[in-house]
């Protein structure tokens, strides 16, 4: 008997957090995708294009097609409530919720200039550096507006 209504009661519990559960694993997901997958491809191809790493095409193609995977996805991971104003981890700005279409047009931007890259890569070293500018570009176009850094 009590266990049921212990049951009951977890029950009920899980569904009010529920919502709150939901918008703290788009959050936790749409930074990962950043950090792991974005952040990590970014930084090799950094490497690459200025030969701290020795240039390798295939290498270079493949950092720029798995940031290229990321764009559609990310824009869609912004559930309200978990803007930086909102959520202490958060440094997503409230910007993003006012202007959508900005938004996922900065992320068009990474999608059109990753795709370049990932085919200058196979040109060679300076034809990829030449157009990973344009992808560091990308990554600082959204941040200036739509990204708050906090520490
Ligand atoms: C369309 C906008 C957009 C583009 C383009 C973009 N970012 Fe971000 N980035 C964000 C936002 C927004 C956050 C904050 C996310 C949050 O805290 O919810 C972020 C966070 C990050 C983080 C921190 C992740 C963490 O650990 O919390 C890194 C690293 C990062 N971006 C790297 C990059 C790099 C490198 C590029 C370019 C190759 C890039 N970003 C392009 C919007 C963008």
Not at 7 to 28: E, G, I, R, W
Not at 75 to 85: H, N, R
Not at 96 to 114: E, H, P, Q, R
């Amino acid at each position: 008997m009590r266990s049921v209504v212990k049951m009951t009661l977890l029950a009920a519990a899980l569904a009010m957090s529920a919502p709150a559960v939901m918008a703290q694993d788009a959050l936790k997901e749409r930074q990962t995708m950043m950090k792991e997958i974005v952040g990590k491809n970014a930084k090799l191809g950094n490497q690459l294009a200025k030969g701290e790493v020795p240039y390798d095409g295939t290498q270079a193609a493949n950092a720029m097609t798995a940031i290229n995977g990321v764009p559609d996805k990310f824009v869609k991971l912004f559930p309200a409530g978990t803007d930086s104003d909102s959520v202490a981890k958060s440094e997503a700005s409230p910007k993003i919720w006012t202007d959508m279409a900005g938004f996922v047009a900065a992320a068009d931007k990474l999608k059109v200039a990753s795709a370049a890259a990932a085919e200058a890569a196979k040109q060679g070293q300076a034809e990829f550096a030449t157009a990973f500018g344009n992808v560091f570009k990308a990554c600082k176009g959204c941040h200036d507006a739509y990204r708050v850094e906090k520490d």
